[in-house]
Structure formats: C-alpha cells, structure tokens
C-alpha cells in the first residue's frame, strides 16, 4: 500500500496524506484527479479522472466502485458515436462520504458531505449533506442526522 501511494502521488493532480490504494485498483487519466487526506480507495474501484474528479478528506471509496468523468457524445446520428468527441463530465465527492460497493457513479454528479452511497446504486443526481442514498436509480432513502435528533 505505501508503495502504490508514493508512485500515485507523482501521477494525480493532488493527493493528501493518509490515502490508501487496495490491491487492483484502477486509474485512468490520473492528472485529473485531485484526492483529499484519509482516503481509501477498495480492491477493484476504477476511477476515470479525464473530466475532474475532486475527493474530498475521509473518503471511503468501497470495493468495484466505478467512477467516470466524462462519457461519450452522441448528439449526431451522421457521424458513427466512435468518431464523436468525449464530453467532460466532472464529478466532485465532498469530505466524510462512504461509497459502498460496486456503486456507478456518473458523470457530472456530486455526492456532497457526510453522505452514504448504498452497495449497487448507480448514482445520476447529486446527493444531498447527510443523505443516504441507494438503489438503480440512486434515490434518497434516510438522512444521518435523523438517529442523532439535529
């Protein structure tokens, strides 16, 4: 683990200290890619960084979790979709979030702080502070703050 974090360093765009890669994870286009402090990143998780991908401080990234950045253009049906641009779609994941796994996140999307992504969802929408979300579609199924009365 720490020599895969000391290799990483000098390929992300930023990374803190603390973060931890399992084994099999997998990167793409890393100088987009900016990581906060404690952070770990499961067995399996690939990470597509060509649009931007922002993690944030005490992320827990979980197992098989996917998360693309950009995807590709299909507005034109004269132009076969392999011939089409890609489109840059960043994805931005606040501090304290724990992502469960196998989760799809798309592009475009923010899971904001203190949140939770269920094992399996694929997450299209942003996701709100302290929300719990789950499910194809994600959708909101709890809040953090309930059990602890704020």
Excluded: Q
């Excluded at 402090?37 to 401080?57: E, F, H, P, W």
């Excluded at 798309?106 to 399996?120: D, E, F, L």
């Amino acid at each position: 683990m720490l020599l895969r974090r000391f290799f990483y360093r000098f390929l992300f765009a930023n990374m803190g200290r603390s973060v931890l890669f399992y084994t099999g994870v997998y990167l793409t286009h890393t100088y987009g890619i900016k990581c906060g402090g404690g952070v770990s990143i499961n067995t399996g998780a690939l990470i597509d960084g060509r649009g931007g991908v922002k993690i944030g401080d005490n992320v827990m990234i979980g197992p098989y979790a996917i998360i693309v950045s950009s995807e590709h253009e299909h507005d034109r049906i004269d132009v076969p979709m392999n011939s089409l641009n890609h489109k840059m779609t960043p994805v931005s994941i606040e501090d304290d979030v724990w992502i469960g796994a196998h989760v799809f996140i798309k592009g475009g999307v923010t899971i904001s702080a203190h949140s939770i992504v269920g094992a399996g969802a694929v997450v299209n929408m942003d996701v709100p502070a302290y929300g719990i979300v789950a499910g194809v579609p994600a959708r909101i199924v709890g809040d953090r703050r309930e059990k602890h009365g704020f």
